[in-house]
Every structure is written in C-alpha cells, then in structure tokens.
C-alpha cells in the first residue's frame, strides 16, 4: 500500500516539475505589417483592419500604440467580420490596472 502512495507522489511530483514555463517571443512585426492596416485611431483608441493573421498578432501592436499615447494600456473592446471577408479589431486605451 505504501509503495502506491510512493509511486503517486513520484507521479505527481515529476508532473509538477516539468510543468511549461511561459516564454515570450517577439512579434513578427514584418508579417503583422504586411497583413494589418490601421482604420481608426484617436487618443483614447485604435482600429485594425486585418486578414490571414489572427487578434493575438495584432495586441502586442496596439499596446505599443497605447502606451505611447500617455502610458496606458490597450484593452479589446470588439471585433467584426467586415464585408471582403478581413476583421476589424477595436482597442480602447485605459489606464494600467495593477492587479
């Protein structure tokens, strides 16, 4: 009986150590570019045309824009399907939030 605690444990241990470890990686700015143009943008906002890419790729973009424009912190407030077929996607720029 022992030795299925120990055998659990040995299990639950190595699982817990080779848990991923989060790893950034830089945005391909070339390949965002080349898919992305910008629709809107304002002090307080920016709107993204996009195609063949998906949100994930644009967010890093608009928090740059965000944070030049007075430090703040860009927030997704809406995406549409636009009529050839490409996405919009509207950043709000708030102010940082520490959690």
């Not at 390949?31 to 993204?48: C, D, H």
């Amino acid at each position: 009986m022992k030795s299925v605690f120990f055998i659990i444990f040995l299990l639950f241990v190595s699982a817990c150590s080779s848990a991923p470890k989060a790893v950034w990686q830089e945005p391909d700015f070339n390949y965002i570019v080349a898919n992305t143009s910008i629709a809107e943008k304002g002090p307080t906002f920016v709107a993204y045309d996009y195609k063949n890419i998906g949100v994930e790729d644009i967010a890093p973009v608009a928090a740059l824009y965000c944070r030049d424009k007075g430090g703040k912190q860009a927030v997704l407030k809406s995406i549409e399907l636009r009529p050839n077929n490409s996405r919009r996607a509207m950043f709000i720029c708030q102010d940082m939030i520490d959690f």
